[in-house]
């Protein structure tokens, strides 16, 4: 049986057969053997999603797609649809065409979302496996490698056109203004509206590997923290974060993201640690913009849970939410959300009190003990920026 978009089947991958739906299926000249079908895993992140081969599809496991039942309607109620009405349903091209002409902003972002239109990037001396859809222009989508200069972040299509756009590109650190540098990691603070180009290219970089982005042209009302690690051949983009120029939710962070060959390295911390060291420095309390992705949930967790346990285990005498809020720029509701999570608020004499368990003062020795890099307050040059009205008329 001939497999078609929709269908699912068991389908190798990893050694094992796994059911998968396919999403797309691109045709060869030269047979049936060599098509390829673009799966979507069932019960697994789509940034697994991957083309396979015919040869991996367990045919005998075929599911075809099920037909939708139409309704019998009432003769009386049903009205001929006019000429101005639009029938039902929804075109991917069209989409797709839509999303090319005016930026990543659609209707149907969760169906154009579900087809990763590029394999595979090359920055520097990485070759980096994408996750999802990124609005490329579609010239790059046909490539089985997109090469991307580590320092301008300009796409190119071939390893030769790389090096020839290296001989003209005179950047070795990001556009912007060096605000914290502590050995060979720096932080530079980038404005949307004056470096349009720089991270229009940043954003598209970014949403190969996030999926709940779907902003890249309209980068003027952001500010861009870069996080970069130095050697003798200039400062490497390690991640990065946005933030709102006026954010009505008080929110200190947009966006945030560690390259995929730095992750799991403690980079994500140190992105989060820096947002909260400037929240401290504009004397406010901040959030990231929800929705979070599954990766950045867990870092964002993960640091409120250790910063709040070494905070409490190291105090002496009576705390209150509100204090914690102070010293750490956290807000209230993240500070009580990481408690209950860690099982710390015990009711007590008609109220609440933090108690502080035998499991949480382990966790505390083994924060204790870790070597990790931390930011350095004492480094961090920077002075919240101000906005007149006239240039916050894009908001």
């Not at 009405?85 to 972002?109: A, C, D, N, Y």
């Not at 914290?180 to 349009?196: A, T, V």
């Not at 590997?209 to 902003?215: C, E, N, P």
């Not at 974060?241 to 995929?260: D, G, R």
Request: aromatic share 12%; hydrophobic share 30%.
């Amino acid at each position: 049986m001939q497999p078609v978009i929709g269908c699912k089947c068991l389908v190798e991958k990893d050694g094992n057969k796994i059911k998968g739906e396919i999403l797309s299926v691109r045709f060869a000249d030269t047979g049936e053997e060599n098509t390829q079908y673009y799966v979507h895993f069932d019960g697994y992140n789509k940034r697994l999603d991957e083309w396979v081969t015919h040869s991996r599809l367990d045919l005998t496991t075929i599911e075809l797609p099920k037909k939708d039942v139409k309704q019998p309607q009432d003769k009386k109620r049903k009205r001929q649809q006019t000429p101005q009405e639009e029938p039902e349903g929804f075109s991917k091209e069209k989409e797709i065409e839509k999303l090319r002409t005016s930026g990543s902003m659609t209707q149907s972002v969760a169906e154009i979302g579900r087809l990763k239109n590029i394999n595979k990037i090359a920055m520097g001396k990485f070759q980096v496996d994408c996750w999802y859809f990124s609005s490329y222009p579609e010239q790059f989508t046909k490539l089985d490698v997109l090469y991307i200069c580590e320092f301008c972040l300009e796409p190119v299509g071939t390893h030769g056109q790389l090096a020839r756009h290296r001989l003209k590109c005179t950047l070795h650190h990001p556009p912007g203004n060096e605000i914290y540098r502590n050995d060979d990691l720096s932080f530079f603070e980038i404005d949307g509206r004056k470096q349009r180009r720089y991270c229009r290219n940043l954003c598209l970089l970014s949403k190969l590997f996030l999926d709940h982005k779907t902003l890249y042209y309209d980068v003027d009302p952001f500010l861009f923290y870069l996080m970069t690690k130095t050697d003798e051949r200039g400062m490497h983009l390690v991640g990065y974060f946005s933030k709102e120029k006026q954010s009505a939710e008080e929110y200190n962070v947009a966006c945030i993201l560690t390259l995929p060959q730095y992750q799991r390295m403690g980079f994500g911390k140190l992105l989060i640690e820096f947002s909260y060291e400037l929240s401290k420095i504009e004397k406010k309390t901040g959030s990231p913009e929800k929705p979070l992705s599954d990766l950045g949930l867990l870092s964002y967790r993960s640091y409120w849970a250790d910063a709040i346990i070494e905070m409490l285990a190291t105090f002496k005498g009576e705390i209150s939410i509100a204090e914690i809020s102070e010293a750490t720029s956290f807000t209230p509701e993240d500070i009580l959300h990481t408690l209950q999570s860690l099982d710390l608020l015990k009711f007590y004499k008609n109220g609440f009190i933090v108690y502080l368990t035998e499991k949480v003062m382990t966790k505390y020795e083994k924060i204790k003990n870790k070597i990790r890099t931390r930011i350095d307050p004492t480094k961090l040059d920077w002075v919240p920026p101000k906005f007149q009205p006239s240039q916050l008329r894009f908001l």
